[in-house]
């Protein structure tokens, strides 16, 4: 008995000594106590959008002491030590710095700390300690700064992503960064600034698989023999656009499955070895300036789902390549394709039928090219968004059309030659967005337009067709969702007029501009944040507009409506851009802006406005555009504008300004001033000096590469998605004597007209520092002296007007030397732009000056040059010599009494014969 129990202790014994050996060893204390130190140096946010679940929040000593057993804790089984952390979206929130806890973790081989907030800080100094990391990501984690060179001492790492959502990190030298990563598998540096040459030791790294290296700045020549890494499943340099190389004619032997070249320099055909990559599934060549036509080879691309060759220079026939029949293959080889752009190349030619067979397809845009061809879309049942924008057109007419596109939310037909609307668009239920713009469709607008998109956001472009009317005179439109309408362009004429009810409640972007709708102003929805029905016969007052609260941008130009502006609109908090220009208002422009006003463009020119400027527009920091001309505004020079130090144009032309711009007390700040048109007022005084020496902005000529205009963006939420709308600057400036209208004002245009005033005094010879003026006109004032010769420094000046002044003396030749137009003589600026000067003389004026004495032009007299010798030259100079006789003062007045016609020649010859007595007098 006795030897049976002992037998049955031994084999307890046994079995625990087996599952001791067995048991996994617990989480040191160490490293326990450093996760721990570790997760309180974080905040836990939920709200954040990165936020996925707070793995952290599991920790605890005093629950689960071992740290093997958290979330996101990896532990070596035989050691215990922590070998992995995986933290990404943990909902963190706060820094890490290079005495974090983290550091001591120095068995670490993976640690992932991805879409987290770590507020904009630097990546620590210190992952250089943790010499066994082979996996480290911090992807989407919002560092900034440099990135710590103790990262490449990693030499272990196989996979390395530090790339980010946006531009915030640097990396001086990606060369000598990789140069020690030699295991490296995957890498991704997107976003990353390195503006350096492609590190062409890559091309040595055979183990790798993965490489991206998206928007970066590199540049120089991208090297070939990348492409044959054996390795290679992912190549990414999109957006690297100073990067340039070709695609290789070898035999490629890696498994490549995604191909991203987008935004480079590719200035080459496509080569034939492409389609030896059978496992490729993702292309993207947009904007990669390759030319030519496609491959045939493209038909061993079986695998395809994304094809993006948009924004090259492919010509041809796209039927040369993907038609089926005698032609090398068609797209029915790639039925993987879920993504296909084609859109701004220079691609002719039919649509090749076999396109309409690709069942799978999602998103199809053929736009801008000159495409043809009968569209039947009754296939394509998981499409969501189709481009075909810039092609000629027509649509299969089939008669059962319910059940076509039902997953469709986006549709742009732009300049596609339609003359009727496409019967489909009455059965889609999940509608977005609709461009139907600048086609030829007449008439009404059916019904069944709205019959179908009842409860999801809807965005409408309708303009540049020949539409007259809804089709009825009672309708409610059931969109409650919609989000943007755009009938602008058209020829409408009967809309709000027939009572119909815009059932709206939703609508967020409405424009109906460019129409003939002749009625009063309908109310805008009033969640609208865009709307816009100018350039139609719009009459009555406007106070219906404060029903809307949430307006981002409001256009009601060109019309005729009438009475006051609601003091409503200085109190909507979101408005930025405002125009009211070229109606019938009346009244004061109201007072009361608020101060978050973010308003950037103000327009209210062409209307009745008086009294002052309302001096609360202070509260406004970004204002960029100002224009209050053609009103009847009674007010001094608001000197209080240069505060808004973001101003680029101000334009207070055609109103009863009155009195100096500047006096002892007055500082300006416009020093990033384009445009500055005072014209048609009552100032008076001297030209104002600070004034235009704070015009900081016209003393530089900047080059462009490109046109540009002065415009300013603004972001419109629709739906889950921000649209972004450009608004151009649109003014009227005075341009070599002719007023023209500027629906585009070029950035490098910059200009002053301070022309039609009662400004008196010299022109300041300062205003030759102005270098980047293109447009001067200081006519039609009482300015007098000389024209400085500092003139000649305005090299890019294109119009000048001088007319109309006192100005006197010799017109300076240094001015031959503007030549900034292609066909210049000294006749540029044309005799009109120094009219009625009387004193001023040489060319480009009729009149010829001479000299006297110290080599003083003289202004040859009208009589003179009308009789010759036979003039009242000589009594002038017998008055002139007894005024130095009896004393100059008496001969002044003298040749006052006896020249009437010619006593502003006497003055300026005794003002001569005056220097050389005082001079005689000297010696």
């Known amino acids: 008995m006795a030897s049976l129990l002992y037998a049955l202790l031994f084999q307890i014994i046994l079995l625990l000594m087996i599952h001791t050996s067995l048991a996994k060893p617990l989480c040191h204390p160490d490293e326990s106590s450093a996760l721990m130190e570790f997760k309180r140096s974080f905040r836990i946010t939920t709200a954040e959008f990165r936020c996925v679940y707070p793995k952290v929040e599991s920790w605890s000593p005093n629950g689960h002491g071992d740290c093997c057993s958290w979330d996101g804790v990896e532990c070596n089984e035989a050691s215990g030590h922590v070998t992995g952390l995986d933290l990404s979206s943990s909902c963190l929130l706060g820094n890490i710095t290079s005495n974090t806890s983290l550091f001591r973790l120095l068995h670490l081989e993976s640690l992932n700390l991805a879409f987290n907030d770590l507020n904009s800080s630097s990546i620590p100094y210190g992952f250089g300690n943790l010499s066994r990391l082979q996996y480290l990501n911090l992807f989407g984690s919002e560092f900034s700064g440099k990135v710590p060179s103790d990262i490449s001492r990693l030499s272990r790492l196989t ?31 997107s976003i990353i600034s390195m503006p350096s040459p492609f590190p062409h030791i890559l091309a040595n790294f055979s183990s790798l698989k993965s490489l991206v290296l998206r928007n970066c700045g590199l540049h120089g020549e991208f090297p070939v023999s990348i492409f044959q890494l054996p390795k290679l499943e992912v190549l990414d340099i999109n957006y690297n656009d100073n990067l340039s190389s070709f695609i290789p004619e070898q035999q490629w032997g890696n498994p490549l499955k995604s191909l991203s070249l987008g935004g480079t320099i590719f200035s080459s055909s496509l080569p034939s070895s492409l389609g030896n990559l059978s496992q490729v599934a993702y292309i993207d060549l947009r904007g990669s300036k390759f030319m030519g036509q496609i491959t045939a080879s493209f038909a061993n691309l079986t695998q395809l789902s994304y094809l993006d060759l948009s924004k090259n220079n492919f010509t041809g026939g796209i039927s040369h390549w993907l038609l089926s029949g005698a032609l090398p293959f ?31 397809l999602e998103y199809l845009a053929l ?39 039902p997953k469709l939310s986006t ?8 003359h009727e609307f496409p019967r489909f668009l009455g059965y889609l239920n999940g509608l977005e967005w609709v461009d139907l713009s600048n086609n030829k469709i007449k008439g009404s607008i059916p ?20 539409l007259t009317d809804f089709g009825s005179s009672h309708i409610n439109l059931p969109m409650p969702q919609l989000t943007y309408m755009d009938l602008s362009h058209n020829l409408l004429t009967s809309f709000l007029n027939k009572h119909i009810n815009l059932a709206l409640p939703m609508l967020t972007y409405l424009n109906i501009s460019s129409n ?33 609260r949430s307006l981002v941008i409001l ?32 009244g004061m422009i109201p007072n009361g802006y608020p101060k978050v006003c973010v308003l950037k463009i103000i327009d209210l020119a062409n209307n009745r406005l008086q009294g002052p400027i309302p001096r609360s527009l202070i509260n406004c920091p970004m204002l960029e555009y100002l224009n209050l001309g053609y009103n009847q505004i009674h007010d001094g020079f608001p000197s209080w504008l240069s505060k808004l130090t973001k101003l680029r144009a101000i334009i207070l032309k055609s109103n009863k300004f009155y009195g100096p711009i500047e006096t002892y007390r007055n500082q300006f700040n416009f020093s990033n001033l384009h445009i500055m048109d005072l014209s048609n007022n009552g100032f008076t005084g001297e030209l104002p000096s600070k004034l235009l020496q704070s015009f900081h902005a016209m003393k530089v000529i900047v080059s462009q590469d490109q046109l540009e205009y002065m415009n300013t963006s603004q972001g419109l939420p629709l739906s889950l998605e921000t649209y972004e709308k450009i608004v151009d600057y649109d003014m009227k400036l005075m341009s070599k004597g002719t007023e023209r209208e500027y629906t585009k004002v070029p950035y ?20 030759g520092d102005l270098k980047s003026l293109v447009l001067l006109n200081l006519s039609n004032n009482i300015l007098t002296c000389f024209i400085p010769p500092s003139l000649a420094n305005l090299r890019v000046l294109e119009s000048l007007d001088l007319s109309r002044n006192k100005l006197s003396r010799e017109i300076p030749q240094q001015l031959a030397q503007l030549t900034f137009l292609s066909s210049f003589d000294f006749n540029t600026f044309g005799a009109s732009s120094f009219a009625m000067n009387e004193g001023l003389c040489g060319n480009p004026l009729p009149k010829k000056c001479t000299t006297i004495g110290d080599d003083i032009p003289l202004p040859t007299s009208p009589l003179e040059e009308e009789n010759g010798d036979k003039s009242l030259f000589d009594l002038d100079w017998k008055v002139v010599l007894i005024g130095a006789g009896v004393g100059f003062l008496i001969g002044v007045v003298l040749g006052n009494f006896f020249i009437d016609e010619k006593s502003r020649w006497f003055l300026y010859y005794s003002r001569i014969m005056a220097k050389g007595w005082k001079t005689s007098r000297r010696c």
């Open 159 to 189: 996979s390395l992503d530090l790339s980010s959502k946006w531009a915030s990190l640097e990396m001086p030298s990606i060369e000598n960064f990789v140069q020690n990563l030699i295991m490296l598998r995957e890498l991704d540096l």
């Open 330 to 360: 068609s797209f029915e080889n790639l039925t993987q394709l879920v993504w296909l752009d084609l859109s701004f190349n220079n691609w002719q030619g039919e649509i090749p039928n076999s396109l309409w067979e690709l069942k799978d």
């Open 367 to 405: 736009r801008h090219n000159n495409l043809s061809g009968t569209v039947d879309l009754h296939k394509l049942k998981n499409l969501t968004t189709l481009l075909l924008d810039f092609n000629n057109i027509s649509f299969v007419s089939n008669t059962e059309v319910n059940d076509t596109l």
């Open 411 to 418: 549709l742009s037909l732009v300049s596609c030659n339609l």
């Open 447 to 466: 019904t069944r337009m709205w019959n179908g998109s009842k409860e999801t956001s809807m965005n409408m472009d309708l303009s540049h067709n020949f």
């Open 516 to 548: 003939l709708l002749k009625t009063t102003l309908p109310s805008p929805p009033p969640l609208a944040k865009y709307y816009n029905i100018s350039n139609n016969n719009l009459f009555g007052e406007i106070q219906s507009i404060c029903k809307a």
């Open 555 to 586: 256009d009601l130009s060109i019309n005729s409506l009438n009475g006051t502006i609601p003091s409503c609109l200085g109190n909507i908090d979101s408005l930025t851009i405002l125009n009211l220009g070229r109606n019938k208002l009346e």
């Open 748 to 767: 490098a245009l910059k200009g002053i007209d301070l022309s039609n005033n009662k400004f008196e005094g010299c022109i300041p010879d300062f205003i």
